[in-house]
């Protein structure tokens, strides 16, 4: 584990150089980590408080704010389900109910194996193809409840594949 | 910025003109170019016809076409949204000198019988072109009342060009508004926006000549001002903003720098949703063309004017549509709100002088600057100028992106545009402004879409969202969700909005689950005027909003769920205690 909080935090190191010098850039520099990690570690806010010289309570404070930084690892396959307005009426809910139930995990949480994440959110900007759901940027639009045993297979399957 | 000589700037000015010279030029190019061409095909490539597999129908269109040898007369064209987003993914088949055909639900396999029954027929052929049952099943006519019913202004160019292609930008009118403006003073740019008439497309409906004649009276604070662009749109059902800066991102950003020549601002920001990451990707090619090409930078186009723009990614967070909250979030801070006055064109971001406009008023000014004041505001009614963009979505036929003059009646969008309900079932209510407005139910359509008209009956404009619901639809449920969400979303700064929220949601609930009496129908409209009066800032103000409407045209779905629903009502207090809250600021 050592030698991963050496690794992130050098990576970390590197990603901040160019938000150094810019003001207000705390926000951008977290939504850089998080895209290269996945979530924002612990090993990576103490980076981030040293290079930027922001306390470490501000920049916890900033992170639990908002709701697209995750502060652990999400599993490999994020199921993202929609439940904005137009996804809601259309059945949304029955969706999210649908997919806890496949995987028996609430929304917002990972599985056992840690190979699914379910987070709910609002409106991707398809409400055309409501309700929607997007699996690791691949979106599925008109979803029924039916189709999430067919979503989560499918994703088992490609996963398996890829060794994981 | 670096203080630099005379000398200097001289030769910046000059390397501005030639660069201005370049540009114009650049235009030229494009439509010489096109010219060759003897038919477009254009896909939409837009976030909804995207996710439906656009990509792979652009690949579908340039490798049939390579393969029967007509890649040069044929240009196949990734557009931005093209508005009837149900009916995705589209592409739309121009022939010169025939009147184009659109097609609805198109695949990869679709768009190569498009290639052969109707491209390759009309290119090597005479006469009619008969294509198969299997495409004529998928054309979509052109004449909908969808499509004739619209007046475009902000999307003219979204579906009908590239938004990557800076020089089909150009030659389409691009940057001559802004062109124009440098010719003129400041305050005669200002003047023209006063006169059109725009007032700000976000929700507030503030006229935006006179919140830039703010900012242009304040003093520069340390060398600085700035304009902010707000793209965090946050109303869940509506994408307006996200096609515009993905169709449009170049139209976006040179209204942004006209209203910063106009108002003396140094540099820009646009805040966007981190959830839009097509709208983010093309603000950021289309800052780069800009800096590349001449159109950022110091001495613009041989002047004084000098602007710089960047952008900054929301991180899911409702409130900082409020603009206060957004400049916090730009400032890298948790997005919590703070009261006015100061406003944030006496101290804004970083404490200096900024100007916050929303992503569609700054798309409306490129095209004002150019055809002028009275062109635009000879669109719509006395006090709600020019167009409207509305993300019309829910139980709707035509569920897509439109653009219409202001006064538009609500049934003309929902039956004309919208087509009806996708159910076929009786239409019910439509709710605009998301969780901040309120309904309409179908005994108003014939109310015009504008400003003041929907603040009457409780609702707002709001930023466009509109969600059609049919008559299987609870009333009661709606405003809940609407009331989830916002609470969800209630940053927690100010008491009225963090607990009058969320005990006006535990009574909803109550009420939902069928165990609600009039006393708590009566508490919740008591907690909401309090909300409504008390709360910081816009999000607390309008949270009640769609419980309170839905109670005034739903009241019996309301009484019927309650446990004495059939009794009679008590008699209306005369004031609510609540309301006496001093609300002078």
Request: charged share 25%; aromatic share 6%.
């Amino acid at each position: 584990m050592a030698d991963d909080k050496v690794k992130i935090q050098e990576d970390t190191r590197k990603m901040l150089v160019k938000w150094k010098t810019k003001r207000g850039s705390l926000i951008m520099a977290l939504h850089e980590i998080q895209g290269a990690f996945g979530y924002v570690p612990w090993d990576s806010m103490e980076v981030v408080a040293e290079e930027l010289k922001i306390p470490m309570a501000q920049i916890y404070s900033v992170l639990t704010f908002y709701n697209h930084f995750k502060l652990t690892a999400p599993g490999k396959v994020v199921i993202s389900i929609c439940d904005g307005t137009a996804c809601h009426i259309k059945g949304g809910q029955s969706v999210i109910e649908a997919f806890e139930k496949e995987l028996g995990v609430p929304a917002g949480t990972t599985t056992e194996d840690g190979l699914f994440y379910i987070q709910i959110v609002r409106c991707l900007g398809c409400c055309g193809l409501a309700p929607v759901v997007v699996v690791n940027g691949k979106t599925y639009g008109r979803v029924t409840p039916l189709d999430a045993p067919k979503i989560v297979a499918e994703w088992r399957e490609t996963m398996a594949k890829e060794g994981a | 910025m670096v203080e630099l000589s005379q000398e200097q700037i001289e030769k910046l000015k000059a390397l501005g003109r030639t660069q201005k010279e370049n540009l114009i030029k650049m235009g030229e190019d494009f439509k010489e170019k096109v010219k060759n061409f003897k038919a477009s095909i254009y896909t939409c490539n837009a976030t909804s016809c995207h996710s439906g597999g656009a990509a792979s129908v652009l690949d579908a269109f340039r490798e049939s076409l390579a393969a029967t040898g007509l890649e040069s007369d044929v240009r196949v064209v990734c557009t931005g949204c093209m508005g009837l987003c149900a009916s995705g993914p589209l592409a739309r088949v121009e022939i010169k000198g025939k009147k184009p055909v659109l097609y609805q639900h198109v695949t990869p396999d679709m768009a190569r019988v498009i290639v052969s029954e109707h491209v390759v027929p009309a290119l090597k052929t005479e006469g009619e072109i008969k294509t198969s049952d299997y495409l004529k099943k998928q054309e979509l006519s052109l004449d909908l009342p969808f499509f004739t019913k619209q007046r475009k202004i902000v999307l003219r160019l979204l579906g009908h060009s590239d938004p990557e292609d800076l020089g089909e930008y150009i030659a389409n009118g691009g940057y001559q508004g802004l062109m124009k403006a440098l010719t003129m003073k400041p305050e005669e740019v200002l003047d023209i926006i006063k006169k059109s008439g725009l007032r700000g497309r976000g929700g507030g409906g503030f006229p935006t000549g006179t919140k830039w004649e703010m900012l242009a009276k304040s003093p520069l604070v340390d060398g600085e001002k700035f304009m902010i662009c707000n793209g965090d749109e946050g109303d869940p059902g509506a994408y307006m903003d996200s096609c515009i800066l993905g169709g449009g991102s170049h139209a976006v950003l040179e209204g942004m720098m006209i209203g910063a020549y106009a108002t003396g601002a140094t540099s820009g920001w646009f805040y966007i949703r981190a959830e839009y990451p097509l709208a983010i990707q093309r603000m950021e090619l289309a800052i780069k063309q800009a800096k590349r090409y001449g159109i950022l930078g110091r001495n613009i186009f041989g002047t004084d004017f000098n602007f710089m723009a960047d952008i900054r990614y929301g991180a899911g967070a409702f409130v900082c549509g409020e603009e206060t909250a957004l400049m916090s979030s730009v400032e890298g801070k948790r997005g919590t709100p703070r009261p006015r006055p100061p406003f944030p064109t006496q101290k804004g971001l970083f404490q200096k002088p900024t100007a916050i406009n929303n992503v569609e008023t700054l798309a409306n000014v490129g095209p004002i600057m150019v055809n002028g004041p009275e062109w635009f505001s000879e669109v719509g009614t006395a006090t709600s100028k020019g167009t409207k963009v509305f993300a019309i979505t829910g139980k709707v036929k035509h569920s897509g992106l439109v653009e219409v003059p202001m006064g538009t009646t609500v049934g003309e969008m929902v039956n004309d545009i919208g087509g009806g309900t996708s159910s076929g079932k009786p239409f019910k209510a439509v709710q605009t402004g998301g969780p901040s407005g309120g309904v309409i139910p179908a005994s108003e359509l014939h109310m015009p879409l504008c400003y003041e008209e929907l603040k009457k009956i409780g609702s707002m404009m709001g930023s466009g969202g509109m969600i059609v619901m049919d008559q299987d639809d609870s009333m009661v449920e709606i405003a809940k969700f609407y009331l989830g969400f916002t609470v969800d979303e209630s940053c927690g700064k100010c008491a009225p909005c963090r607990i009058g929220g969320y005990q006006m949601l535990q009574l909803m609930k109550k009420i939902a689950d069928g165990k609600g009496t009039k006393a708590d129908v009566a508490k919740i409209k008591e907690i909401g005027n309090a909300m409504k009066k008390a709360s910081l800032c816009g999000l607390g103000q309008t949270a009640p909003n769609p419980v309170l409407s839905t109670m005034k045209f739903f009241k019996n779905e309301y009484d019927a769920l309650l446990i004495d629903g059939n009794e009679p009502d008590a008699p209306a207090e005369k004031e609510v205690k609540a309301c006496n809250i001093n609300t002078k600021k």
